[in-house]
Structures are given as structure tokens and as C-alpha cells.
């Protein structure tokens, strides 16, 4: 199609977008500053390598402490710990829902008393569904999630990835008490690649 037939002037042709291009057709001038911007965009590659191994080190040293909460969260939903007054108090000032909780009157029941917060994680997935799981929970994991127990992260030493373990109470789905899912990351420059982070 000639420059005519498609609107195009040898000028415009300039601008027009090439997919890939050999380096040989370009001044040397033009190829040794390119090399020089291949070199910064590694530079830039060699610092967010750096950058993600100094996250992972906060990743490792925050998780302590999560798990430590996360323990005695599991303790609470599971009725092995019953939270103290101190524990149990929550204030926030913008919410009216506390001012009626207060004129609640709790009863104590003594017989056939809950334990802990039945179908905690269950309730959890649900509410997640929609704005952080893209609606993949589903009906048909509803009666499974009621033997779910806990969810804990392990991470390694070295930031390749982690894992996420589901915590089962035993059922008739199957037989394992936990199930696993790793997920692998990329953490280092790839020698062959170096670009390619």
C-alpha cells in the first residue's frame, strides 16, 4: 500500500509503531545510548531485586507478630479462650451500634452454651467473596468451610514464594487436616535474562 493509499506521508511512516527494530539500523551514537539505557533499566532491576529481599526481611519479622495475635484469634473462635473484660472492650465513637449493644441484655446461658464464634472462617469467605475472592467461593464450599479451623502463612527464609495452609477439623470431605497451596515468586535476576524481572 503506497504512502497515498493508506494517508500515510514518509514522515508519519517515521512514527508509526515498529514491533521490533534491529539495532543495526541505527547510528552508533543512537546504539551506544541505548546500551547506556539498558544499563540504568538493569541498575533499576538490581535495586527492586534489593528492594524486594529487604521487604520480605520486614515480611519475616512482622509475621512473629501476627502469628502471635493470630493464635490467640484461633483460641477465641474456637472456645478454647474466653476473652477478659479488658479484651472484650471496643469503642468507636462513630458507630451507633454501640450504644444499642450496651442496652442489650446478655443472657447467660449455661446450658448448650456457644463455643467460641461458630463457622468463623466460613463467615469470613463469604464476606471476602465478592470484593477480594472475584466471587469464586461458592454454595458448594459452604459445607466444607464449616470444618475449616485456621488459615496460617508460612514464608521461607529466602523470599521464593509461601504458602497458605488450611486448617481442618476432621470430616466427612476427606481425610487430610491440612491442606496446602505454594505459590513460587520470582526473587532474583535471571543471568539469561537480566532484563526480564
Request: charged residues 35%; proline residues 5%.
Amino acid at each position: 500500500m503506497s504512502d497515498s493509499e493508506d494517508g500515510m506521508s514518509s514522515e508519519d511512516e517515521k512514527f508509526r509503531f515498529k514491533p521490533t527494530f534491529d539495532l543495526c539500523e541505527l547510528p552508533a551514537e543512537v546504539i551506544k545510548r541505548v546500551k547506556a539505557l539498558k544499563n540504568l533499566q538493569f541498575a533499576n532491576i538490581k535495586h527492586e531485586e534489593e528492594y524486594y529481599h529487604e521487604v520480605h526481611k520486614l515480611d519475616l519479622k512482622y509475621k512473629k507478630l501476627y502469628d502471635e495475635n493470630n493464635e490467640k484469634r484461633k483460641q477465641i473462635y474456637l472456645g478454647n479462650y474466653e476473652p477478659t473484660e479488658k479484651e472484650c472492650e471496643w469503642k468507636d465513637e462513630g458507630d451507633d451500634i454501640v450504644g444499642e449493644i450496651k442496652k442489650l441484655e446478655i443472657k447467660d446461658k449455661k446450658e448448650g452454651a456457644i463455643k467460641g464464634i461458630p463457622s468463623f472462617w466460613l463467615t469470613v469467605f463469604q464476606n471476602a467473596n465478592e470484593t477480594l475472592l472475584n466471587g469464586m467461593f461458592e454454595k458448594i464450599d459452604e459445607p466444607i468451610f464449616k470444618h475449616l479451623e485456621d488459615v496460617t502463612i508460612s514464608l521461607p527464609e529466602k523470599n521464593t514464594g509461601f504458602i497458605i495452609n488450611f486448617h481442618f477439623s476432621p470430616n466427612e470431605f476427606f481425610t487430610n487436616t491440612v491442606l496446602t497451596k505454594e505459590y513460587e515468586m520470582k526473587s532474583d535476576i535471571d543471568p539469561e535474562d537480566p532484563l526480564d524481572f
